[in-house]
């Protein structure tokens, strides 16, 4: 066998010398809520990463659904799986455009941190079993988590994370003035933004625009190769799919007949690469137009400069639709979803009605909040469950088994 060539870096993606001048600097960072003397061997940004590896909620999502019920089958992605995915895309995307690595990957790392049990089926069950205590949002529970929820050191709640993982976790998916505006704010982003404010009206910085689309261009992916394995669709009804039937039309035509797994990795890796170019060239072109100084002109910029071409993103949007009518509103799937909800919902109503059931510290929190807070804190005792904890509390409460 003849020696193999040396990997050769594309220019585009060679690691550029110094930071761009619109990234997040750890020298400038507004710092922590709580102060605390710095690492001298790590930024505060990779601080906070290695914080959110290491915090309960991350390990958790191991055995949180993504769309499968996480006993299903090991091939199936988790939320923890998908978020390592995420992060790698976004690693990706950050080094090329020189903004902080570290910081795309914390918030790619903590974004699903605030999922319920049974992905969005569980959100909507408790979102709508706590209605009275406000309901249920993930992205503000994560926050919830990282600020109170944690208890890993003697002096503060939470992780006590820098300004700009908490901004980029809150504002990932864009401002929220208007929200505020409307009221709409979940309380336990009002209560932080308080105490150390946000800057809800803004955009955040642009390794959270980045964060937010790897999770869009990971999950898409994914979903496509789980539903595949999982026998919800076939190859050839991903050949009729918008977008990604192209990509699976040239690995028919160029290598014929696949077994499934290459068939996959084939598709995936092409499609993968079509969105991360596509993104890459949109995102320089809006940057090369708006030429921002500093991260604070990103935050001010009335648009997203992160961002997929206008084509691209309705190609994309379109191949979204095709997943929730192929993959998420499966029957197979629908109806574990269904007894999700009927998991969370009764376990909801028989925390609230009767709290000696919980464990003993938790039963002490609902005891310390009193009639109303107890609703919150049998909402947050849920909210951090696994699937599969979330059956065995419904076996040991309701002493019946529940078939997902």
Known sequence: MDTPPGCLLPPLFAPPRRPAAYASRPETSRGRFYAEPESPTRTCYQRDRDRIIHSAAFRRLKHKTQVFVQHEGDYYRTRLTHSLE????????ARVLAVDEDLAEALSLAHDLGHTPFGHAGEEALSAAAAAAGGFDHNAHALRLLTRLEHRYAAFDGLNLTWETLEGLVKHNGPLEGNRQAGKIPPPIAEVDRAWPL?????????????????DIAYVNHDIDDALRAG??????????????????????????LELGRFIGEV????????????????????????????????????????LSAGTASNLLQLKEFLQQRMYRHPRVMAAMSRAREVVGELYAALVNDP?????DWRDACEAAGAYGAAEVVRDYIAGMTDRFALIEYRRIFKAEIDL
Not at 295 to 301: C, E, V
Not at 356 to 360: D, F, K, R
């Open 86 to 93: 995420v992060a790698q895309i976004a690693r990706s995307v």
């Open 199 to 215: 800057d809800l009206g803004s955009w955040p910085g642009i390794e959270a625009q980045v964060a937010a689309i790897a999770d």
């Open 232 to 257: 919800l669709f076939s190859v050839d009804d991903l050949v009729a799919a918008p977008l990604a039937g192209r990509m699976a039309q040239d690995v028919m035509d160029r290598f014929g007949a």
């Open 268 to 307: 995936v890796h092409r499609l993968i690469g079509a969105l991360l170019d596509d993104l890459l060239s949109e995102t320089k072109a809006r940057l090369a137009r708006a030429e921002p100084g500093s991260a604070a002109d990103i935050r001010a910029m009335d648009r997203p400069v992160v961002s």
């Open 356 to 360: 000696s059931l919980l464990p003993a």
